[in-house]
C-alpha cells in the first residue's frame, strides 16, 4: 500500500525531545550523570491529599461514566478560585469550559474562530502548541518579534496594517514559555483597545499564573477592563498543581466564544474521568495551600540558576516569574549544534531555543524542575563546556 501523510501534515513537525531524550540517554550508557532541565513537566508530587482523593474516587462504580463537558463542581470551584486569586468574577454555567490539558484547548481552538488563510497573531518565540492549532485551523501565523528592548512583550503597533485586516486571532502568554515575561495591567488594557479596534478574539494562555517569585502576581488577562468582551484566558492544573499526567484545564471569558469552543469540543470528546475533575477541583479549592510553598521552591530555583549562568557570562532573560529560564549562551554555535555537544560534554539536557521560533537562535531553555543541589551541579558542569564546530 502507498501510505502518504496529508499535506497538511507537512505543518506539524516531529518534535525534537524525543531525539534530545534518546541521545541523552546513548551518553548516560556511556557512563555521563543527566540533569535534565528539557520538559517543563513538574517534578513536585500532588499533594497528598489530591492523590488520597483520587484514589479514594477511583474505586467508586460510580465513577466511570461519561462525562461529557465536565462536572459543575468543577466549574464553580475555577469561578471561586478566580474570584479569590484574581479578584475576577466567571459564571460557572456559561464563563467556564474544561479542556482535556490546556494543549488540547489551544490546539482545538483556533478551528473555532478561524478559517483557511485567515491570520493569527502570535510571538516569536512562542510555546509550539499555537503553531499547532493554527495549522489545524488552516490559519496562518503572524509572528510578533520578543525582543530585549520591548521588554520580551509584543509590540502590537508594530503589526502592518494589511495583517490587521485579516487577523481573527491574538495568542498571548505571559509568563510565557519559553520567555518568562510578566504582563501589567496596562499592557493588557493596551491589548483590550487594540482588539476592540481590529475585532480581534485574544486567547491568553496563563500556563504559568502561579510562578511568581516577588509579591507581584501576574495579573489575570480577564482582571483588564473589557478583557471578557473581547476574550478568554486557559489555564491549567498540569504545572501549578503538579497533575500534568492527569490533563486537566480551562478556559474562561467570553461566554458567546466558550458556546462555540464548546460546540466544536462536545464533536471530539466526551469529558475528563470524573475523578480527575472532581481532584482537580479540590486542588482548586486548596490552592493557596499548595501554590505558596511551590512559589518559595522555584523562586529559589530560578535565583540559583540565573545567578550560576550569569556567573558564567550567559545573558539571562530578566523575570519574575514562570517555570523557564531563557539564556543566551556565550559562544558562536548554533542553537541545536550547541545543545547536543552541552549533552555530550556534561550531561545537562536544555531545549534549543529555535524549538520556539526562528528568534530562539543563540537561545536554550532551561526549565527549573530538579532541585537546587543539582541546578548547583548543573552550572559547575556547563563551565566545563569546551565548544567545537561539530558533534
Ligand atoms: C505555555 C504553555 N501552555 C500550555 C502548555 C500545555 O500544558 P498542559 O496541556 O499540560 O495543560 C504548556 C506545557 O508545557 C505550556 O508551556
Redesign the pocket.
Known sequence: MNVQPSKKMSRFAPAIFGDLKQFALQQQSNGTSLIDLSL?SPDIPPADFLREEMSRLSKLESSYGYTLTGVQTFNKAVSDYYARVNNVQIDPNTEVLQTM????G?VHLPTAFCDPGDIVLTTNPA?V?YDAGIALAGAESYYMPLTKENGYLPDLHAVPEDILQKAKLLIL?LP??PVPAMPSISYFEEVVAFAKKYNIIVLH?A?YSEFYFTGNAPISFLAASGAKEVGLEIN?L?KTFSL?GTRV?YIVGNAEMIAIVKQLKSNLDFGIFEPIQLVAAMALDNAEKITTKLRATFAERHKVLMNGLQSLGWEVAPSDGGMFVWAKYPYELDAVRFTYQVIEQTGVIMVPGTVFGSAGEGYVRLALVQEVSLLEKAVQQLAKIQITQTI
Open positions: 517543563g490539558g490546556s494543549q488540547e489551544l510555546y502548541a502568554n510565557g514559555n494562555d500556563a491549567s498540569s500534568a484545564a
